[in-house]
């Protein structure tokens, strides 16, 4: 007996529904333990030869094992470097697009363990664009994504774009006919789809004229992560210093420490070397010292997760502090809200104009957009949620589970096409 699942593939957090044995509706699977979401995150332990996933990676990680954590490994599709390899830590190198593929082969045996049968039919999530402006890129992608699905063994694949499976879960409780602008907004990407819904829809197979309009843009959670860090923790290292004839100190070093997939390249002995060779350049040695700490001791990934945790804090309400005690004894910094929503002003600019371009592409009023439905970790944001609401003051905002929307409305659109 074969039976089939669908994948919410994230760039932070993932999930997996199911059939339930019982009733044969919809669930979501346990993929870590109890939990039914998981972090986007694999950790290849070169001290116990081992691979761990999840919640695992993340503390493998912190614990100080040596090897190599990756996370936002959706970020790289379509992008050259899908492509290449990545050093793991031990001596040897994988592709990027392997890594992926050990990723969802862990979900698909996680569910598998659930249902009990072998899977090999699923509804694959996917962002409006992997890829903005480059509708080729944006294919290989999704190509390259497939290609995952199918070496771990799914034999029949189909696609969903993410916004307008939130959107199949906001349907499922309504009591009237609507307009839904849904608003995803996770780690990587913000889609928006404007989505026709109502509980006399919900039966129908094809919903193809139900949607209105669909756009998005490669900006979210991790960006603001980059922002923080660079107006926080970085201007400690040097960010932005002035050399001795008043001009920024390079800058590229800063943006790849910020920048997940990135931040490894730094660590080679010519860019090390390199850094080295620049002290004359920093005003105050001390940011340059701390620099090549940083570098010397590969700290980058902790600085970028301090930064995450910032944002995280600060978001939930008042003020947090960075701790930077690995770079230097006795270095905190505070940090609050007014700082968190300076730093990603032009982020939110982009994400509400996406959201605008959406419906102006429907050719729909503002004032005819009943709800606004937000789904998606980024969705945590307040002043990214107001800002949002703000644009479209008519309209109801409703959230969702921010982790488990889109899970779950792949698995309604599962259950359609296949069950």
Not at 9 to 15: H, K, L, Q
Not at 48 to 68: K, P, V
Not at 274 to 280: A, G, I, Q, T
Not at 397 to 410: E, H, I, P, Q, W
Request: glycine letters at 8%.
């Amino acid at each position: 007996m074969t039976s089939f699942c669908a994948i919410d593939f994230g760039t932070s957090n993932s999930a997996v529904a199911l059939p339930a044995a019982a009733d044969g509706a919809m669930r979501l699977a346990p993929v870590e333990g109890a939990h039914t979401t998981l972090p986007t995150a694999v950790f290849f332990n070169a001290d116990e030869h081992t691979r761990e996933f999840g919640r695992a990676a993340l503390a493998s990680y912190i614990d100080g094992f040596d090897g190599r954590l990756m996370r936002s490994m959706k970020s790289i599709l379509g992008s050259p470097l899908a492509e290449s390899t990545t050093d793991l830590g031990d001596g040897s190198a994988i592709p990027y697009t392997e890594i992926i593929t050990i990723f969802l082969e862990h979900l698909k045996r996680s569910a598998e363990r659930c249902s009990g049968a072998p899977i090999t039919r699923a509804v694959l999530g996917r962002p409006v664009f992997f890829v903005d402006e480059d509708p080729r890129a944006d294919q290989l992608a999704q190509d390259q994504l497939e290609a995952a699905a199918r070496r771990v063994g799914f034999r029949e694949i189909e696609f969903q774009f993410e916004p307008i499976a939130a959107a199949f879960d906001y349907e499922s409780r309504l009591a009237q006919e609507g307009l839904v602008l849904v608003a995803d907004i996770g780690g990587g990407t913000s889609d928006f789809s404007l989505v026709r819904v109502g509980p006399d829809r919900m039966t129908r197979l094809e919903r193809k004229d139900d949607v209105l309009a669909h756009h998005g843009v490669h900006v979210a959670g991790t960006d603001f992560d980059r922002r923080v860090e660079l107006a926080t923790i970085l201007r400690e290292l040097g960010y932005q210093s002035l050399d001795p004839e008043g001009r920024e100190v390079p800058n590229r070093i800063y943006f790849d420490l910020a920048t997940w997939h990135l931040i490894n390249t730094i660590y080679t002995p010519k860019r090390a070397t390199e850094l080295k060779l620049m002290r004359h350049l920093y005003p105050e040695t001390r940011h340059h010292d701390r620099l090549m700490r940083v570098v010397d001791e590969r700290l980058g990934h902790a600085l970028t997760a301090r930064a995450e945790e910032a944002k995280i804090g600060v978001s939930a309400g008042g003020e947090t502090m960075i701790d930077l005690e690995a770079v230097e004894t006795d270095l905190r910094l505070a940090f609050g809200d007014a700082q968190l929503v300076e730093a990603g002003r032009e982020e939110t600019r982009r994400i509400v104009q996406a959201a605008r371009e959406t419906v102006q592409a429907a050719g729909v009023a503002p004032g005819q957009v009943s709800a606004l439905y937000f789904t998606g970790g980024s969705t945590g944001l307040l002043f990214l949620t107001q800002a949002l609401a703000e644009a479209f003051p008519q309209s109801q905002a409703v959230f969702g589970d921010r982790l488990a929307s889109v899970a779950t409305g792949l698995g309604i659109h599962a259950q359609r096409l296949f069950g």
